[in-house]
């Protein structure tokens, strides 16, 4: 059972459909507390003519529930497959930092990064 790299508690796999094409797709996430999301690399080609950052439903799961330790929502966090500490890098030279596993492809979003993208994608149509 995949842990959230912040909160160290089991993830919750949650359906949402996408809203192009409406393909489920399967995330994990910590809901009931910080309200990260991890998606695996595959999740993102499960409807290769949507922005899967730019679906509400998922906007909507990202948000954190509780505040966590600072000492654990700082830095980079540990890819809950490979067990690896993954890369953390700036999204779109805006404010937003994403974690990274190099080995999987697979990301980390700390609650509420998906909604600052998809904010800034949205302004862009």
């Known amino acids: 059972m995949a842990l959230c790299p912040r909160c160290r508690i ?3 796999t949650h359906t949402i459909t996408t809203d192009h094409e409406k ?9 009931t ?9 595959h999740d993102f080609k499960a409807d290769p003519k949507a922005n899967l950052l ?7 799961l ?4 509780k505040t966590i330790d600072a000492r654990l929502a700082d830095g980079p ?11 953390r890098y700036n999204w779109n030279n805006r404010d937003v930092y ?13 609650g509420g990064e998906i909604r600052g993208i998809y904010e800034i994608l949205k302004s862009r149509t």
């Open 33 to 41: 507390s910080c309200g990260g999301v991890w998606l695996q690399d």
């Open 77 to 87: 966090a540990t890819c809950p497959d490979c067990k690896i500490v993954m890369t």
């Open 10 to 12: 089991p993830l919750k």
């Open 98 to 110: 994403i974690d990274n596993c190099k080995k999987c492809k697979g990301r980390w979003f700390d």
């Open 62 to 65: 990202n948000v954190p529930k």
């Open 23 to 31: 393909w489920q797709v399967d995330v994990d996430c910590c809901s």
């Open 54 to 60: 730019t679906d509400l439903e998922l906007v909507v």
